[in-house]
């Protein structure tokens, strides 16, 4: 099959090699000069490349995989621009907490300052948004600093890491080269004093939250959240919506806040989602739970007097030994402060009859539909106003949601990824007009990969989240740029492969959603929707307040 392989191991070689033993099986690229000996090398070797058709597409298909997997995506691109292309989302990786691993060629060592092909410093390009960024320096360090990235995008705070990878690099000889031993995790366990001292701290507290990142989320920390709320008896919010404590998904949690006398933060770090530590009264106490040795200053900045102690311990780590203590009791009030937390907004009513479609009607249908058949499920949502929505509306198993950085324009890439990682789930996306022209290409990255998912678009013909805000800031007279075409994204699904329907009327919104589910393969449901501001995940008594658009 592959009879004009070099018969010599080549750095190339042995980075793949190395990625297979460390279990990664594979990886989302486009290809380039610098990186085809590692194509070359992937051929036989277990690894699957899926080839993208833009670079920052491939990051996001690596940020969805890491997330439903708990694997760290791979993604490999080639160098300068194919690098920059890649940049972007590596910002949504990060706050997000993605362990992520992005591959790039880079120009070959030799030509060093003599103006190579597509040369560009690919370490400072992404070191504002990685854990780490480096340009593997030799052949017998290869291995090593690959194991070691695979390992330090897990570790602590997980995030993306990037290596570049110099095309003379991968072409040279390799034999002989060690194939470099295990890296350990390098987590800081907390100590049972610690876990001991923090589970009485909760249980003397009258109204005590804790509160996490998209680590805790089901998606991604299983029945963790969980585990602990119920054994300490307390409510566990894990916070990953850009609308922060206004997440539509979580109705009354900043009024919620107000009401705690003791936060727990475990590893969220005390940001705009939490209104930097504001939405809590002056007495309140926290207690801010850091994985990185060193960081935190956010916390102490932010909360001032409010903090009470600063702990360096993998937040998980900690997590799972106090949902390992005995159960704590709990008294009449603890139990009504718990019941207070948790609560989804309610869907409206799904009314048949032939009429124009709004945002809510659109998501509670889809909700609908995509549990019918009782299996596993997982959504994918992006946009703006109308991703809210669907994060509101939209009951699933697992999801991936653009995150804390509020990036837009996700969707397709997380979706082949759900769709390979999860073969047998149903999975849905649901995403603005605006959001889905990003990567609309990835529709024939998905028929090729044998990827199956559904893409519903809530079509209303405009840049909503930015047009409301136009009006909300500016006036209604003020309101310009952000409009849309009712272009039909369902033909460019049909053209690219897949199948395309188009809705138009409430009438046939349930049928066209049944039949895109049962069709199977990449199924897009263009829907014309009257754009409607998400709900503002305030209590209905409280005043509208300014939010981030993402
Ligand atoms: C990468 C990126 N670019 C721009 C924005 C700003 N932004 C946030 S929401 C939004 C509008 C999205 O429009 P659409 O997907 O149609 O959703 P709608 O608000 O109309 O429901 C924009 C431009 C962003 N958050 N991220
Ligand atoms: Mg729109």
């Given at each position: 099959m592959n009879d004009r392989r070099p018969f010599l191991l080549r750095g190339a070689d042995l980075l793949v090699s190395t990625l297979v033993d460390c279990g990664v099986t594979r990886i989302f690229s486009l290809s380039g000069n610098q990186i085809m000996p590692l194509y070359d090398a992937c051929l036989g070797s277990g690894i699957e490349i899926v080839h993208v058709r833009h670079e920052a597409a491939a990051v996001f298909m690596a940020e969805g995989w890491a997330q439903l997997t708990g694997e760290v995506g791979v993604a490999l691109v080639t160098a300068g621009p194919g690098a920059a292309n890649a940049v972007g989302p590596l910002m949504s990786a990060r706050q997000s907490e993605t362990p992520l691993l992005l591959l790039s060629g880079d120009s070959p060592r030799a030509q060093d300052g003599m103006g190579a092909f597509q040369t560009l410093d690919q370490v400072a390009a992404t070191a504002p948004f990685t854990k780490h960024s480096a340009r593997v320096g030799s052949v017998p360090t290869l291995a090593h600093e690959l194991r070691a990235a695979l390992t330090l995008a897990r570790a602590g705070r997980p995030g993306p890491v990037h290596l570049a990878l110099p095309q003379d690099l991968l072409t040279q000889r390799a034999e002989g080269v060690p194939s470099s031993s295990r890296t350990a995790a390098a987590t800081v366990p907390a100590s049972e004093r610690e876990t001991a001292r923090l589970a009485a701290e909760i249980a003397e507290a009258r109204r005590p939250l804790i509160v996490t990142s998209g680590l805790f989320s089901p998606t991604r920390g299983g029945d963790l959240a969980r585990r602990l709320g119920q054994r300490l008896a307390v409510p566990v919010v894990a916070l990953e919506s850009p609308?922060?404590?206004?997440?539509p998904a979580q109705p009354g949690l900043r009024q919620r806040m107000a009401d705690a006398d003791l936060v727990i933060s475990l590893g969220k770090s005390v940001d705009y989602m939490l209104d930097f530590g504001r939405a809590t009264s002056a007495d309140c106490g926290w207690i801010v739970v850091e994985p990185e040795d060193g960081a935190g200053e956010e916390a102490v900045r932010n909360l001032g007097p409010k903090l009470r102690r600063l702990i360096a311990a993998d937040p998980r780590a900690l997590a799972q030994g106090l949902a390992e203590l005995p159960e704590a009791g709990c008294d009449a009030g603890r139990r009504d402060w718990c019941a207070r937390f948790g609560r989804r907004p309610a869907p409206p009513v799904l009314d048949e009859t032939p009429g124009p479609i709004d945002s809510g009607l659109l998501c509670a249908t889809l909700s609908d539909v995509l549990g019918a058949d009782g299996g596993e499920t997982i959504l994918v949502s992006d946009g703006g106003e109308f991703g809210q929505w669907a994060q509101a509306l939209v009951q699933a198993d697992r999801r991936l949601i653009n995150g804390?950085?509020?990036?837009?324009?996700g969707a397709l890439g997380h979706a082949v990824a759900a769709s390979l990682a999860c073969p047998e789930a149903r999975v849905a996306v649901a995403s603005g007009d605006g959001s889905i022209g990003f990567h609309l290409a990835e529709l024939e990255t998905a028929v090729r990969a044998g990827a199956a998912f559904v893409v519903v678009i809530g079509n209303d013909r405009r840049w909503n989240a930015e047009h409301l805000l136009q009006i909300r800031e500016f006036g209604p007279d003020r309101v310009h740029g952000c409009e849309l075409s009712g272009a039909r994204y369902d033909l460019v699904a049909a053209a690219l492969g897949g199948t395309g329907a188009h809705v138009t009327c409430r009438s046939e919104l349930r049928g066209a959603l049944r039949r895109a589910f049962a069709a199977g393969g990449v199924v897009l449901v263009n829907v014309e929707i009257e754009g409607r501001a998400a709900?503002?995940?305030?209590?209905?008594?409280a005043a509208e307040t300014a939010q981030p658009d993402g």
């Open positions: 609308r922060g404590l206004r997440d804390p950085a509020g990036g837009i324009g709900p503002s995940g305030e209590e209905p008594e």
